[in-house]
């Protein structure tokens, strides 16, 4: 059964985001969460643990067992699939955050930001998604973004003088909207998008994975062995893809074989690593 129906795939199309609900379950979600809390060393009932100073809300985390479970789940794929329309896909080697709760009542909203480079036009189709492993309120450092800004970003980028930086402009005032889902529930974005996580307003930290999944790409030897190495060594990710603590602390996860194939370990036409 499709994760997504039609109405919902209807709903991307027109706003470039999509809630698809429960693409695991709210145990898996609890599971991840603590992990990522371990990793952390913070407590969740401890507020004073949330706060470091220099600490944003990412958290370098990304071989845990239950992060590749998630990474790896079959809804969490059919999702992808269906908004990227086809089934040949690779998973991001993506992290964590921990958004807590702003101690500052008069702090502004934190500006929006494209992952993506603006300068190769049209702006290509492509997808980011964050999964909540915890019930997340708007006001609670949800996910936010413009909806339907993929239809008139190109007249948007136009309308501007030739010196300026688009990602430089006033995006809070192109009308963001926040998220609000329940843990196991998985947002998924069109990368043209302006977005952020949302100054936390509420009580209790966000806690979340970014999952993003892509059609298949480099298929060459040399870069099938990159992925195998970074599940393999448990590197790093976002390109860095160094011996950190997750090498030393960690076992490869295990992976299904669904799993392999998106990891990029194992072939889509079936040849194994």
């Known amino acids: 059964m499709s994760v997504l129906s039609a109405t919902e795939l209807d709903f991307f199309a027109e706003n470039g ?13 609890e ?9 952390a060393a913070m407590d969740a009932n401890d507020p004073e643990s949330w706060y470091r100073e220099g600490q944003g809300i990412m958290i370098e985390m ?7 479970d998630n990474r790896t789940a079959p809804r969490v794929y059919e999702a992808f699939s269906q908004v990227m329309k086809t089934e040949r896909l690779w998973v991001s080697h993506d992290r964590v955050s921990i958004n807590p709760p702003s101690r500052d009542p008069d702090a502004e909203e934190r500006g929006l930001h494209w992952d993506t480079g603006l300068a190769h036009r049209p702006v290509a189709f492509g997808v ?4 909540y492993l915890v019930d997340t309120p708007a006001e609670q450092g949800a996910f936010v973004c413009v909806p339907g800004f993929h239809r008139r970003i190109e007249d948007w980028l136009d309308s501007l003088s030739p010196d300026a930086d688009p990602k430089k402009q006033d995006l809070l005032a192109l009308g963001p909207h926040r998220i609000e889902a ?7 974005w069109h990368r043209a998008l302006p977005h952020a996580a949302a100054l936390n307003r509420g009580s209790v930290p966000r806690v979340a994975q970014y999952i993003t999944m892509s059609p298949v790409g480099d298929d060459s030897e040399e870069g099938r062995q990159g992925r195998i190495n970074f599940w393999r060594q448990r590197l790093s990710g976002l390109g860095r893809y160094e011996k950190e603590r997750e090498h030393s602390e960690l076992a490869a996860a295990e992976l299904t074989p669904l799993g392999r194939k998106l990891a990029g370990v194992d072939s889509w036409d079936g040849d194994a690593a």
């Open 31 to 39: 599971r991840t969460a603590a992990a990522v809390w371990d990793f």
């Open 128 to 131: 980011q998604g964050v999964l």
């Open 62 to 68: 990304y071989h845990h067992q239950t992060q590749w």
């Open 182 to 188: 329940e843990a196991g529930d998985l947002v998924i």
């Open 17 to 29: 985001y999509v809630v698809a609900r429960q693409v695991i379950s709210k145990e898996q979600a």
